[in-house]
């Protein structure tokens, strides 16, 4: 399938280093609302350049299309791409406003498009493999579920430093406004909603703890840098969710079982080993307590710790090198959107299902606007994992 890209910002680099890892994807061209920005990303990854996103629109050759604007453009880039008759990938969210979110689904539905969002994280091996483990019951009856996302006190690192493999600066202003909530949680609450379903109410807490970032100019929107929450499931799983760039790095997701804990140390990470951590069943907790009292005894823990065999090797090659926090084929979501256009079936990150995290996602970062606790309005038809994930 032909696709072209909108946007040719920071992140467009990872997107256009990872579409040759799926064949059935062919790049038209890529296009900016800054033509020497465009011209540059094309120059880098020799590849076709548009004169403006109409021309891109008005090439019939061009079936899908991938919104890499910033997330204040998503909304209206995208209505025009649905208009213009084309399918759309969306950079995450899908829209800053939840009604204009329900409103570019619509608008897909009505029109017999498909629109979906980044990110693809939950199609890599790591996030199929601990799904798999879940499916298996490995711990038994999952009850809770603990996922960070903490970034560290990004202001204070030497961001003005971070390029894309292409040059292009980290767009600091952009993400500093939208703020960490939007640009981060959804990569483990796309893992929950798939393993456990639609969730029926959040209850979440936002706030700007550090409200001067000392930047070069003053930010015209103080997102907040902290949220936490707490999502029911109607399966009945609980998660706690919390982001901030105020905490020290720490991306750990857990879940919590009648048997054990599966565990990942990083999510941004395809390749990330899956724990299992179980409790010993050769000797009692009190027997553990009597045996490290003893002399000569070495500290018995009382868990086992197993990486689990992942359910295949994360060996794509990835394409581009240092200097990123991440490791992630990023244009993943994309290929699997269009094998099911193709296929004609839902994609597995289907536009209702991006909706749903879409209402999650914005009750966390803004529960005053949304209202917290939120009954939550969207469902979606749960997706089926990978094929190469099962059984």
């Known amino acids: 399938m032909r696709v072209g890209i909108v946007g040719c910002g920071f992140v467009a680099d990872f997107y256009l280093m990872t579409l040759p ?42 079936e899908l299309v991938v919104n890499l604007t910033n997330p204040d453009e998503h909304y ?54 601990l799904w798999q483990a879940i499916r298996r019951g490995s711990v038994g009856k999952i009850y809770l579920a603990y996922a960070e996302l903490d970034g560290g006190l990004t202001h204070r690192l030497a961001y003005k430093n971070w390029l894309s493999p292409s040059g292009i600066v980290w767009p600091w202003k952009d993400e500093f406004e939208v703020g960490c909530t ?80 599966l565990s990942v140390e990083d999510g941004w990470h395809f390749g990330e080993p899956v724990l299992l951590t179980k409790e010993r069943t050769n000797e009692t907790r009190f027997a553990s307590k009597v045996l490290r009292k003893l002399p000569w005894a070495k ?52 536009a209702r299902y991006c909706l749903h995290v879409n209402e999650i996602v914005l009750t966390l970062q803004y529960p005053e606007r949304m209202g917290s606790p939120r009954k939550l309005k969207t469902t979606f038809v749960p997706m089926d994992p990978m094929p190469w994930a099962l059984p």
């Open 299 to 350: 500290s018995p823990t009382p868990t086992v710790i197993e990486t689990l065999p992942p359910v295949r090797q994360a060996d794509y090659k990835h394409r581009y090198d240092g200097g990123t926090s991440h490791n992630i084929d990023f244009a993943r979501g994309i290929a699997e959107l269009a094998e099911a256009i193709e296929q004609r079936r839902e994609p597995r990150i289907s």
């Open 182 to 261: 939007i640009e981060h949680a959804g990569y483990y609450v796309t893992w929950l909603t798939a393993f456990f379903g639609p969730a029926k109410s959040v209850t979440s807490f936002a706030a700007c703890l550090v409200e001067d970032k000392k930047t070069d100019v003053p930010l015209d929107v103080k997102s907040p840098d902290f949220s936490v929450g707490c999502i029911e499931f109607e399966s009945g799983i609980v998660a706690r969710i919390t982001n901030s760039i105020v905490a020290p790095r720490n991306h750990a997701f857990r879940l919590f079982g009648e048997k054990g804990v």
């Open 21 to 62: 890892n799926h064949r059935n994807l062919a790049l038209a061209g890529v296009t900016d609302r800054e033509r020497s920005r465009a011209q540059r990303c094309a120059a880098h990854h020799h590849v076709n350049v548009y004169d403006s996103t109409d021309a891109m629109l008005a090439d019939p050759s061009v």
């Open 76 to 129: 209206r880039v995208s209505r025009a791409i649905l208009e213009a008759g084309k399918h759309v990938y969306s950079e995450k969210p899908i829209a800053m406003r939840f009604d204009q979110a329900e409103e570019l689904v619509a608008l897909a539905e009505e029109r017999g498009l498909r629109i979906a969002c980044a990110p693809c994280t939950v199609l890599g091996e790591t996030a199929q493999t």
